[in-house]
């Protein structure tokens, strides 16, 4: 009896002055994990699509020395940013999750947080939009290992496994060309000089990919590796390559989502915004292909309010803080004014002409009943049903349901409806 006292008496020592670790470890807890899409193609890829099963053993030793855990997502932004530069596939990032963060929801919302601060606008020609655009999202895990100081944040560690549109190989042969084509076009002068090289370039030399159009399994067709290796690509292409080419020339350039209005249809649209002389201005290569011929440009330079007409921006780029990062010029860019510029070399590249869109909302080159049905969804939905010009046709500062009557009668009674 005695002997089993002891015994007894040994264990409950024992488990007292077992390591604090292991009673840590027993209280940590379980790996999360999830999918996030890219919000910029969201329909065109799913979670699915990037979704990957946690490869962490959650009891693995913790004691990694050159672990940083982050607490601030800025800071752990720029710890992965170059190794999304390189299109890396999986890395990780330390960081303190909060107690009451520790979900797979509130990992989702994290790591989103720290891949959007990897892919800020950095002024790097491979950084910035040139990432953000080219991979369609990141599956992801986490482990908490330890509790912080404060006893208020698990110590974990976040991996990624990222859906990029571009390999490494194929980036590494993206920049070869660019350093063949600059050293090649030799662009010299003023930056407007430099830019219109390049921008001459890329409409004359590359061109829509009809072929590929929506289809799920060409990704090329929205990288800069589509439009400057294969010569083809959709809007996405063009910007990204104008972007990437205006950085390498020292020209700051972002590129713009919104919505493109033609004729023929309207729907989600790209193009870029490029700093001259400390103004911004926009330009749609993809659309001046149409004009490469007689290098009499509609879309190059070109202030907001001409090029608002067809193209409309997503929110994200109209808001009081990015316009006042990014002031736009009141005016479309004009070469005379650059005192670099000989007088005799100035060009038509600025040049717009000119569009009538009063009444022809749709425009579609008439005024009609399908006008009057675009008015009337634009009255409803403004965001979805886009317009082309000025629909206030009573003057009243406002489009609303008047006016639509009031172009209904138009389409009717043209002569005791006019609209001027």
């Known amino acids: ?23 840590a470890q027993e209280q940590l807890p379980q790996s999360l994990s999830g999918a996030w ?19 962490h053993d959650a009891r693995r030793n913790p004691d990694v020395p050159d672990v940083i855990y982050h607490t601030d997502i800025t ?30 929801d509130g990992l989702g919302v994290l790591a989103a947080q720290i891949i959007e601060a990897a892919s800020v606008h950095t002024g790097v020609p491979t950084q910035g939009d040139y990432m953000r655009w080219q991979y369609g999202g990141a599956g992801f895990g986490a482990q908490g290992y330890s509790h912080n100081d404060e006893k208020t944040a698990y110590n974990s560690v976040i991996t990624f496994k990222m859906f990029y549109y571009t390999d490494a190989a194929q980036e590494k042969e993206v920049s070869k060309k660019v350093e063949m084509l600059l050293r090649r076009l030799e662009p010299e002068g003023s930056d407007y000089e ?35 290796i294969d010569g083809t690509s959709v809007c996405q292409g063009f910007s990204l390559l104008l972007y990437r080419l ?63 007409v067809d193209h409309i921006r997503d929110e994200e780029y109209s808001t009081s803080a990015f316009l006042s990062a990014y002031p736009m010029d009141e005016e479309n860019y004009d070469p005379s004014a650059g005192s670099d510029v ?18 022809d909302v749709n425009g579609d080159g008439a005024i009609d ?36 009557a009031y172009l209904l009668w138009h389409t009717l009674f043209p002569d005791a409806y006019p609209i001027g």
């Open 37 to 55: 899409v890219n919000p910029l193609y969201e329909g065109v890829v799913g979670e699915d699509d990037v979704a990957v099963e946690y490869p």
């Open 246 to 308: 205006a950085l390498e020339l020292g020209i700051d350039c972002r590129l713009i989502t919104g919505i493109g209005i033609t004729p023929e249809e309207t729907g989600a649209h790209a193009w870029n915004i490029l700093k001259l002389d400390g103004k911004y201005y926009n330009a749609d290569a993809t659309w001046d292909i149409n004009y490469a011929e007689n290098d009499d440009y509609a879309y190059y330079l070109i202030n907001e309010e001409n090029f608002g």
């Open 75 to 104: 800071a752990a932004g720029e710890q992965i940013r170059e190794c999304i530069e390189r299109r890396e596939e999986v890395f990780s990032v330390g960081f303190q999750i909060p107690y009451e963060d520790y979900t797979n």
């Open 369 to 404: 009943d399908s006008d009057v049905a675009r008015l009337l969804w634009h009255t409803l939905f403004a965001e979805s049903y886009p317009i082309i010009g000025d629909a206030d046709f009573n003057r009243d500062d406002k489009v609303d349901d008047a006016d639509v």
């Open 342 to 359: 000989p007088d005799d070399d100035q060009g038509d590249h600025n040049e717009r002409p000119e569009k009538e869109h009063k009444g």
């Open 194 to 228: 430099k830019l219109t090289a390049v921008y001459d370039w890329i409409c004359d030399n590359v061109v829509y990919d009809y072929d590929h159009l929506h289809d799920p399994n060409c990704l090329t067709q929205y990288t800069a590796y589509g439009a400057l």
């Open 1 to 23: 009896m005695k002997r089993f006292l002891c015994t007894l008496l040994a264990l409950c020592m024992a488990v007292v002055l077992l390591p604090a670790r292991a009673l």
